[in-house]
């Protein structure tokens, strides 16, 4: 291993240390509490490295948000089955949703600022990525018709503005709302519930 | 009929003339434009006249969003079918959408700024009184399980932030949007399409 590569090992290393600190921040006390001061101190490291990553504060949200949005899409483009490809598009859809939900309970305030700030939250890369996901994931469960505008409408269900308020609010368990999920998604595709709730459509 | 009758029916019909210039004013030029002096402008009386109703600015857009929210509560409540009682309740469903899609046409701005400005959307009467209305509906139409949850995730389809983006940006008429609401809605329900995408769902 040259020096070169220790050096970009270490960068590498410093940046995941220092989005997990972010997060973390995030999650205890909102996004409001992210500052670079809080970062480095939670980190271990100086102040200088964190403006040394990242530039300013918004150039750590940004990363923070992409790193998150990043994590979710390489579960669901390479990872394995349930969420990855090989596994059945039902199948997929439901986990790509509870992984959606997973993602709320570290990053949820984080997704919800980045939510109610943005005025083209619909047009932001990782959304439409996730959008033809899901679109792709239903046409191959042999659902026809325009399921480009039924994939927006189930992912309207995952804002973390909803999810935060069910769990919070409503004291709703995260992995209740995922079961919510895999009940809309399998009634949406195939007309049954799922087993938990089975017998639970009129003919 | 005496003098009393006559002042309130003046005072009625002011208010609804001022509320219908101000929701064309919202329609045209977006929540900012909706200024006391347009307000009566448009309306064509004295902005004392204004303020004597409405008290204020913001008085006047709760006003504008209650008088939207209470028309289309009072349609699903009291009205007649499809939307109000008497009707199939997988008819209602539909209806309640196209009639929610609907209200974005003219008051989508007032709904949107409501949505993203408020940090209790969720808790906000209008909303509560739909849910409970689409929660209803579903369990009529033989829907079992948590049924309040599964109506939040259809409700968010309907969010005005979503409705608008996919009608002025990506271009969708607001017919095409209530139609996939309905789809959503027969998919969720029977477990099959509407009518127009027949033979949408693999077994």
């Known amino acids: 291993m040259d020096e070169h590569t220790v050096e ?3 960068a590498a290393r410093n940046r995941t240390r220092l989005l997990r600190a972010a ?3 995030v999650a205890e006390r ?3 509490a992210v500052t670079m001061d809080e970062v480095a101190a939670r980190a271990g490291v100086g102040k200088g490295t964190v403006f040394r990553r990242f ?3 918004a150039g750590l949200i940004r990363a923070l948000l992409d790193h998150s949005e990043r994590e979710l899409q ?8 349930p969420l990855g490809p090989g596994g059945e598009p039902l199948e997929r859809l439901v986990a790509f949703g509870r992984a959606r939900i997973g993602l709320v309970e570290v990053q949820g305030e984080l997704l919800r600022a ?3 700030a943005s005025d083209s939250r619909y047009a932001a890369p990782a959304y ?3 959008l033809a996901h899901v679109d792709t994931l239903l046409r191959a469960a042999g659902v026809t018709g325009d399921t480009r505008l039924l994939a927006a409408s189930l992912m309207a269900s995952l804002d973390a503005t909803l999810v935060l308020y069910q769990w919070h609010e409503l004291g709703h368990p995260l992995h209740r709302l995922a079961d919510n999920w895999a009940e809309l998604a399998h009634r949406v595709v195939t007309g049954r519930g799922t087993a938990e709730s089975a017998g639970g459509v009129v003919p």
Chains 1, 2 share one sequence.
């Open 74 to 81: 390489e579960g669901f483009l390479f990872g394995p089955p």
């Open 23 to 25: 997060a973390l921040l």
């Open 30 to 32: 909102g996004v409001d």
């Open 8 to 10: 970009r090992g270490d």
């Open 128 to 130: 439409l990525v996730s």
């Open 55 to 57: 530039g300013s504060r």
């Open 114 to 116: 980045a939510e109610s």
